[in-house]
């Protein structure tokens, strides 16, 4: 084989694998984000339904508006929707809590800088739990 054949062949190659490995990385984030959430997130919160621990619990928060669990007492920088979790918002909620909901109870949480790691972390939040 000639070395133009071997990279065109290589080149097939990769083309072909390729819608496989965008599924894979998707799945990959939401896993590296479950790491991250279980470091970062975990001990306050959790993600099974109604599962209130010292934070609201986190099932299906994508696309929810803010203060929605019951038995769960808000700030009121929270309570009653005052903030609806869309990507972008939760994204800047996780960056730095205090830019969206002045005057939050997420204390002492200090924010995650890297959007590499909140990026996975939405991943892992939109991901069926
Ligand atoms: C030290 C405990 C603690 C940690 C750590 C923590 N949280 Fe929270 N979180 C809370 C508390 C308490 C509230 C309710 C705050 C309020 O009412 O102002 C909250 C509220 C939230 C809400 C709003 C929920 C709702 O129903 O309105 C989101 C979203 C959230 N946290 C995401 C996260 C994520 C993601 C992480 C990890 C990156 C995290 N939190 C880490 C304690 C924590």
Known sequence: M????RILLTAAVCALSLPAAVGASAQ????EGKLLFNNACRTCHSVNEGDNRLGP???GIVGRPSGAMERVNYSSALAN???TFDEATL????ENPDAV??????KPFGGI???EERAAIIAFLKSPS
Do not use: K, N, Q, Y
Request: hydrophobic share 35%; proline share 4%; no cysteine.
């Open 113 to 115: 800088r890297s959007p």
């Open 91 to 94: 994204d800047r909620f996780i």
């Open 81 to 83: 929707g005052a903030v």
């Open 57 to 59: 619990s986190l099932h």
């Open 2 to 5: 000639t070395m133009r054949s």
């Open 101 to 106: 909901a002045s005057g939050h109870g997420m």
């Open 28 to 31: 990959d984030a939401a896993e």
